[in-house]
Every structure is written in structure tokens, then in C-alpha cells.
């Protein structure tokens, strides 16, 4: 019966992991057909014994029925498991008291609460997929977050089963000196065969999306934190041996996080110990296990010689965004994964928040709107739009996208700003008080912030059910002789690709629209106007009275709505807002309207064959800018830098990357040479600062510094070629080595080589440095990229085993508008080429890759076709992974 019990548990291995066999289904999972589990989980008790090939993992599950079902079947969950032996009570089942399917084991006949235990063996060594149980950089780690936890062991592997755990780790002592679990460790002994074995418990019930295991030769970097209550809590920071010196950052960060976190929510830890680990293969940024965070290497790991200023930035806010879930996301979680959004838009929108209190509120408003419109506004428009709570997926790892992260974070901030800061901290507390330790919708989130503040909320449910992005035009009359002046605001959405859920019926949604009016004389804001105007109908027109003169209005402030806003503006009015706004956001974004329109018109120009000519009006402009002293300098290095060619794209009716790309340089070195000897002090001032230094006002002025130098490369000159590859040479940071590196990387000049060689050189053995010269050349706007590329790819450094390493060459390249859309189609071979290469590893990565595909209706009939075909054969190769699968099928339709 045993032998039978393998086997058959075997044959349910495929040898490709997620790949639809024939008898697989692709049945997508539907938000309508939710239903609570048959059974409840009181408790868990796992053992691991790790070995490379064949670790066994025990699980000893208390279940009890669900009060409100009756059945006396129970649904585990499970993928790649070879099953060893499964007992009820103490007794080992038969094979006709339990069945085997795809994807998991069905028990027949339970009673009311009984102890499960089951015996798997898994594989570490050879789980490239990043999920479940793997190895990396010789250490174990874990992955479970969406639906990881069934690919170590059999288990009601949904959020809403919280239960506590209890881990008892065993491995070889030598290779594994640490090892580590959530929660508390309550003990540790050496075994008699070379091994030792250490038991984690963690007293908060929790989803098993959020278990972790960590073990292997690491190092730990200490700190402590004194909460408001005045307990310790010990920091640690788990990292390979080498890289032991490059944790004081993310230490300080999360020390400064959990401060934040009890300063503005009044949220305190709730463990004694809270750790880090960093890890070099990872699909994400970072995952929130309870008490045991496990960190791709990018987001902990820097030293001023080896990331750049944003990386520290990057570093301090993912730091701080696994740390916010703990209380929004593992202490209330969600009910089901269509619920994501509701751990992940709070969690984005706060970490948000933080950043904006660590450095600039304005600077960090505007980079989070310009990554909206490059990234989520593009998947909103095409075949994988969604609403922020989808309704429906075939492989749940597509779905952590910009929509759910980034637009459900908008749609909290339109809470906060309907509410202010206080309105929203009491639909916060209120939302713990009534579900702490629970697992809820996006509804319970939505009723806890209107109960708290007496008001209705029902219309933003449309938020949550509705794709795409609306489009708010907005038209203006001005009435002398009344003196008022009048907005008058239209919501509408734009057609989407056919049979996307969420796109039949839209309605109007409510639309907080900060607006202001500024004397035009004077150029002042006009005080008794200015505030939030709520749209919550398709159309409405809002007066404002006791006017002298036709003010200029200043619309959709701060960015508060997610929203594309329409709205006819002369050019005069927006340099006029370029240079007066009160508004940090609309006076950048008056700047970036203004340059749009003149883009797109130079675009045009281009494909007319017509001489092109900078703007006058523009070149005034940005002159000002570049003058006006009154600014910080990071805002100033935003305020001056050009749209992108992606988000240029967008507001053309067939995207012409070719055209774009040249009227984008055309206005880069005109500008250049309109304003060299104002750009050629600045740059020298800026570069006089001596020593690195990392305080902000030193950040902001490399940031301007490199914007600036950025220009003046673009004159390629013998001079500025120089001046660039002097920074390079000489710089004591990487932020400057990089930027200068990059300006490098687009021109055909021998200091080009000779940089990226000794940048190599210098590098070689650090990976997140190598991954960054990966990408310089990868985004290079040279036209010989693709082969660049395509050589690349052979270099001994490259691997299609380290995610990391993989978007830093292909990931890079489909950014890169004008290479990856080459006119003969070579651009998306070589992108559909590594999608197969690597599908059946790694099915996460590649569905992340393949969706640079998804806006190919936008182009040309010619590119069009190429794309279609590369995912008509994408879609055609046998055994193709499910998520893979999703988003080629979704693209096709
Ligand atoms: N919850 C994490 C993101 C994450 C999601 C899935 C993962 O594996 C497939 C890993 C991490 C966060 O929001 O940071
Ligand atoms: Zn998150």
C-alpha cells in the first residue's frame, strides 16, 4: 500500500512545475464563487529535515469543522509534493480513505476536529521557480506569498485559515549554522549525526502565506528598538558573510520606520525580535513574513561605493513598506487574494506617507505620479486592465501589478484627503479595533473609514469594480460682468480591448479635485478659492464669485485623483503656471504639459520630414527654471527634465517610438546649446561639493548635478565628453559613477568602452553593481543594442537562474522604447526567446516579462503584427506555464 501511496502521489509531480497537462485545468478562479472553508486550523506543527534533494516536512494539522458547513470532506492544497505517508488521529489512512488530484489531496469521512499529519518529501535544489521551498546562494529559503505554502506541504493554503505555528528546524550544522522561523526561538540543541535542530513559535495566528524558514551560513548585523511602551525589541539583519558591512542603512530604516509608524498611527511591534533576511534570488522586492522578512539583496544591501541615492531611497522604503504589514496585512489580512489591494494599496499609500515625511513631500508626490502614468496608466489601457480588486485570475502571481499596488494606493489617498490626516487616523483605529486578528474585504476597510467619520462612502465601491482610467476634462468660462469665473469638470472612461472584466457599465466615480486660482496679474494665489471640490457625477460646474479678473486656475492639485485630466490650456497659461503655482505638483506638471504638446508636435515635424525648431516660448521657460533660486534642488532636477519617450507614447494615437525619439533629442541638445554656459556653471557648482556626503540637501544636488550633466552630454562634444568621462573616473559614489556611466553608454566614443570595462573590472564580484552594468547597456539608445543585448546574454555573468540578473538585461531592454520597438522586429524575438527560455523554471518572471507585449495595439500595423506573432508562438509552445499563458491568451483576445 505504500509503494502504491508513492507512486501514485509521484505521478502528480509534473516534470515542468505549473504547466497545464492535459488534465490540469485553466479554469480561472472567479471573486463570485468565494465560500469559508469547510474546516477551521487551530494549530500547526511542522518539522523540517533539510537536505538539498529530499527534505521531509511534517506537518501535524488540528482541524475542526466550520460551524456553518456540514461536510466531512476536507480540500488540502498541494503542488510538487512527494507524499510519504498521511494519518488521521495517530492512524495511517488507507488509499481509498483519502484521494490525490492535481494541485492537492481531498480527505473523505473526517470528524468534527481531528490531528492531520502528513510526510513530503520537497526539493530544494531544484525549485527554480522561486516558490515553495528553494535553495539560493547555497541557502534554504522560502517563498509563500500567493500560494507558495501548498509546495511545501499539504495545507488549507488560503488567508483566511489563521492559525498559530510551532517549526522545528533540523539540518547539517556546518552548512547550516542558522536557521531560522517566525516568531520566538523557544530552543535550540545539537543532535548526535552532525546536526542540529532549533524550534521557532509564533504566538499570532497567521495566514501561511506568511510563514517563512531561513537556514544557512549567514551573519547577522544587530540593533535594537525601544517601542513607545517601552519594550525591546531586537533588530536583525541576516546576510551572506561578504556583505556584512552594507546593513547599517537598512538597520537605521527600520528603526526609523517603526518610530514613524507609532508617531503617526500610534502601531507598535508586537514581537520581541524582528528580522531580515537578504537573499539573492528572489521574484519581488520583499515579503512581510511575520517577524522574518525575506529581502531580494537589492533592497538591503548598500554602501555609498555600490548604490546609488535612489537605491538608498528604494532600500529605506521597502524597509518600511514590509515593516507597515505587519499591522495592515498580518495582523488584519485579507479574506481572499481579490482582496489584495487591501493590504497592498494601505501599505503602498503609507509607505508613501513615510517617505514624503523622510525627504521632500512634493518631490516624492511627483515620482510617485510620474511611475503611475508610466507604469499603471499604460496596464489600465490595455488587455490586462483590471480593477484594483479583480474578479477573476487564472494564476494569482499575475495579479500583484501596479493596478492592485499603485492605483489602490491613490484610491486610499482619496480617502485621506476627503477625510485630512485625522478624519483618516480614525477609520484607521477603528478598522483594528473592529478586525484585529482577522482576515477582511476591501468593503470592511471601506465601512470602517465612513463609520469612523459619519459619512457614506458607497460610491467609492466603483473604485474597486471598475477598469481603466478615467479621463476629467475640464472647461473654463469667464463671466466679466458678473465677475465669476466658472470650472466646469466632465468624467468619462475611454473604450478598453473587448471582454475585460470590469469595463461593462462603468459609472461615474467620486473624484476628490483640488483646484486653486492665482491672480493673473500677480501671479498670487487667490485664498478664499482654493480647496477640494468633489465630482461624484458624470458632469458638474462649479462658480466662483467676486472676481475682479479672469484668474488662471490651477486643477487636480497634488495629483488627487488618478485620473488623466484633459483640459485645453494655452501655452502662455501653463508657463504662467510653470512659474507660479503654489502647488509643487501642478507647477511641475504645468511644465510637463507644456513640453508634451511641443514634443508631440516635433514628433510630428519628424515624421513630415520638416525642420525642427525649439520653442521659444519653452526655451523662456525653461531658462526660468533653471535660474530660479527659489526651488530645492531636486525639484528643480524634476522641473527640467523632459517627459519620457513611454509617457509620450501614450498621448499619441499609433505610438511612433522612432519619431519620438529623435524630437526628444532634438529639444535635449538644443537645450543644451541654448543655455551651455548657464547649464556649464551650474554643473560646476554643483560638482564643487567635495566629499560624498548623504544628508538630502547633498542628494537633491547630485540629483540636479547629474540632470545636468545629462544635457550637456547630449552636446557630444570633445569637452563634454570629457566632462562626463571625468565624473566617472573621479567619482567617490556610485550615484555619480552610474549617472555618468549611463550618459556614457549612449554614445560612440572610446571612453565609452573604457568605462564600461573598468566599471567591470572594478565590480566584478559584487552582483547588484554587475547587475547595474547589465542595464546601462540594455537601455543604451545606440543603435546597436539588440546586439549588444544579444552578445550580452552569452557573457559568463549572465543567468537565467537570478531574476535580478535577468530584468537587468531583458527586463531592462523592453523598457527601452526606441530599441525594443526596432522597425524589423529583432527586439521582440529576443524578448519572446527568453519568455520560453524560461517559462517552465521560472513562471512568475516570465509572465512578468512577456507583458511588455501587452500595448502592442497601440503601434503600427507592421510592429503589430510582429508582436501578435511572437505571442501566437509563445502561446502555441507545448506545456506553456499558466501564468504565461494568462497573459498571452488576455493580450490575443
Ligand atoms: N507582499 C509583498 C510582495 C510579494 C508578493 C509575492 C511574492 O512572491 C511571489 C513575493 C513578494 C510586498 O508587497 O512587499
Ligand atoms: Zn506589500
Redesign the pocket.
Known amino acids: 500500500a505504500i509503494s502504491a501511496q508513492i507512486q501514485r502521489s509521484q505521478s502528480t509531480q509534473s516534470p515542468e512545475p505549473n504547466s497545464l497537462t492535459a488534465t490540469q485545468s485553466i479554469q480561472p478562479v472567479l471573486r463570485s464563487d468565494y465560500q469559508p472553508p469547510a474546516y477551521w486550523i487551530d494549530n500547526v506543527e511542522l518539522d523540517f529535515d533539510l537536505d538539498p534533494r529530499e527534505t521531509l516536512v511534517t506537518a501535524r494539522i488540528s482541524v475542526r469543522r466550520n460551524a456553518q458547513q456540514s461536510s466531512s470532506t476536507l480540500d488540502l492544497a498541494g503542488e510538487n509534493l512527494k507524499l510519504q505517508s498521511v494519518a488521521v488521529d495517530g492512524k495511517r489512512l488507507e488509499q481509498t480513505q483519502y484521494q490525490l488530484r492535481d494541485g492537492g489531496m481531498t480527505l473523505l469521512d473526517l470528524p468534527e476536529s481531528c490531528v492531520i499529519e502528513t510526510k513530503v518529501l520537497v526539493s530544494p535544489v531544484t525549485n527554480k521557480s522561486l ?1 515553495g521551498l528553494y535553495q539560493t546562494s547555497g541557502n534554504f529559503c522560502t ?1 509563500c ?2 500560494v507558495g505554502f501548498r509546495r511545501i506541504t499539504y495545507f488549507l493554503d488560503r488567508p483566511d485559515v489563521m492559525t498559530t505555528y510551532r517549526v522545528t528546524i533540523r539540518a547539517d550544522k556546518q552548512t547550516c549554522p542558522v536557521m531560522l522561523s517566525n516568531g520566538n526561538r523557544i530552543s535550540q540543541r545539537d543532535l548526535d549525526d552532525g546536526r542540529h535542530e532549533v524550534v521557532w513559535e509564533d504566538p499570532f495566528p497567521k495566514p501561511s502565506y506568511l510563514f517563512a524558514l531561513v537556514a544557512g551560513n549567514l551573519k547577522c548585523h544587530r540593533g535594537t528598538f525601544t517601542t513607545r511602551d517601552c519594550r525591546n525589541v531586537a533588530l536583525e539583519i541576516w546576510v551572506e558573510p561578504q556583505n556584512i558591512d552594507k546593513c547599517e542603512h537598512a538597520l537605521v530604516s527600520l528603526q526609523k520606520s517603526m518610530k514613524w509608524d507609532e508617531d503617526v498611527f500610534g502601531l507598535q511591534y508586537d514581537l520581541d525580535i524582528y528580522m531580515i533576511v537578504a537573499v539573492n534570488d528572489f ?6 513574513n511575520k517577524g522574518l522578512n525575506v529581502f531580494n539583496s537589492k533592497y538591503v544591501l548598500a554602501l555609498p561605493d555600490t548604490a546609488t541615492d535612489e537605491d538608498y531611497m528604494l532600500i529605506e522604503a521597502v524597509i518600511a ?2 515593516y507597515f504589514h505587519n499591522w495592515t496585512g498580518n495582523r488584519v489580512t485579507c479574506r481572499d487574494w481579490f482582496q489584495l489591494t487591501l493590504k ?1 494599496g494601505l501599505t503602498v499609500f503609507r509607505d508613501q506617507q513615510f517617505t514624503a515625511d523622510q525627504t521632500s513631500a512634493a518631490v516624492k508626490r511627483i515620482d510617485d505620479v510620474s511611475g503611475l502614468r508610466a507604469g499603471q496608466f499604460v496596464e489600465d489601457s490595455g488587455p490586462m486592465a483590471h480593477p484594483i480588486r479583480p474578479e477573476s485570475y487564472i494564476s494569482m ?1 499575475n495579479f ?1 501589478t501596479a493596478t492592485v499596488y499603485r492605483k489602490g494606493a491613490e484610491i486610499i489617498r482619496m480617502y485621506h484627503t476627503i477625510l485630512g490626516a485625522e478624519g483618516f487616523r480614525r477609520g484607521m483605529d477603528l478598522y483594528f479595533q473592529r478586525h484585529d486578528n482577522s482576515a477582511v474585504t476591501c468593503d470592511d476597510f471601506r465601512a470602517a473609514m465612513a463609520d469612523a467619520n459619519n459619512v457614506n462612502f458607497d460610491l467609492f465601491d466603483r473604485w474597486y469594480s471598475q477598469a481603466g482610467t478615467p479621463e476629467l476634462t475640464v472647461s473654463e468660462a469667464w463671466d466679466a460682468a458678473k465677475g465669476e469665473y466658472a470650472l466646469t469638470m466632465t468624467q468619462s472612461y475611454p473604450p478598453l480591448p473587448g471582454g475585460n472584466p470590469g469595463t461593462e457599465g462603468r459609472k461615474p466615480v467620486p473624484l476628490p479635485v483640488r483646484v486653486g486660482l492665482l491672480d493673473a496679474e500677480s501671479g498670487e494665489e487667490i485664498e478664499q478659492h482654493g480647496g477640494v471640490v468633489m465630482l461624484q457625477t458624470e458632469s458638474e460646474t462649479y462658480t466662483f464669485g467676486g472676481l475682479t479678473a479672469k484668474p488662471i486656475a490651477s486643477v487636480l492639485r497634488g495629483f488627487s485623483a488618478p485620473v488623466r485630466l484633459r483640459m485645453q490650456r494655452s501655452n502662455q497659461d501653463l508657463a504662467f503656471l510653470m512659474a507660479h503655482d503654489t502647488d509643487s505638483f501642478n507647477r511641475w506638471d504645468a511644465g510637463q504639459t507644456l513640453a508634451t504638446k511641443l514634443l508631440l508636435d516635433a514628433a510630428t515635424g519628424v515624421k513630415n520630414g520638416e525642420k525642427l525648431k525649439l520653442s521659444q516660448e519653452f526655451s523662456d521657460a525653461f531658462g526660468r527654471v533653471l535660474s530660479d533660486d527659489s526651488v530645492d534642488e531636486a525639484f528643480k532636477a524634476l522641473a527640467l527634465t523632459l517627459p519620457r519617450e513611454s509617457v509620450l507614447g501614450q498621448e499619441m494615437d499609433v505610438i511612433d517610438p522612432d519619431s519620438l525619439h529623435t524630437a526628444r533629442q532634438f529639444y535635449r541638445t538644443r537645450l543644451a546649446e541654448t543655455f551651455q554656459s548657464e547649464l556649464t556653471a551650474l554643473y560646476k557648482n554643483l560638482a564643487a561639493d567635495g566629499a560624498y556626503k548623504n544628508d538630502q540637501k547633498s542628494i537633491n544636488r547630485r540629483r540636479l548635478k547629474n540632470v545636468v550633466l545629462a544635457y550637456l552630454s547630449a552636446l557630444e562634444t570633445p569637452e563634454s565628453v570629457s566632462l562626463v568621462a571625468d565624473q566617472f573616473n573621479q567619482a567617490d559614489n556610485m550615484t555619480d559613477k552610474q549617472a555618468a556611466l549611463s550618459l556614457l553608454a549612449n554614445l560612440d566614443v572610446p571612453a565609452r568602452d573604457e568605462a564600461l570595462t573598468a566599471f567591470y573590472k572594478k565590480y566584478q564580484s559584487d552582483p547588484l553593481v554587475i547587475d547595474k552594468w547589465f542595464a546601462v547597456q540594455a537601455v543604451s539608445s545606440r543603435a546597436d543594442t539588440i546586439e549588444q543585448v544579444k552578445q550580452l546574454t552569452t557573457h559568463p555573468d549572465f543567468s537565467v537562474d537570478n531574476p535580478n540578473r535577468v530584468r537587468s538585461l531583458i527586463g531592462a531592454f523592453t523598457q527601452n522604447q526606441v530599441r525594443f520597438h526596432q522597425a524589423d522586429g529583432a527586439g521582440y524575438k529576443l524578448l519572446a526567446d527568453y519568455v520560453l527560455k524560461i517559462e517552465s523554471a521560472n513562471p ?1 518572471l516570465a509572465a512578468r516579462l512577456v507583458a511588455a507585449f501587452n500595448s502592442y495595439r497601440r503601434f503600427d500595423e507592421t510592429r503589430q503584427t510582429q508582436m501578435q506573432n511572437e505571442l501566437k508562438r509563445i502561446a502555441e509552445h507545448p506545456g506553456l506555464c499558466k501564468d504565461v499563458h494568462e497573459i498571452v491568451q488576455r493580450a490575443l483576445h
Request: charged share 30%.
Open positions: 516558490s517563498q506569498e500567493a521574484n519581488m522586492g520583499a515579503m512581510e513598506h514590509e497592498e502571481d500583484y512568475q
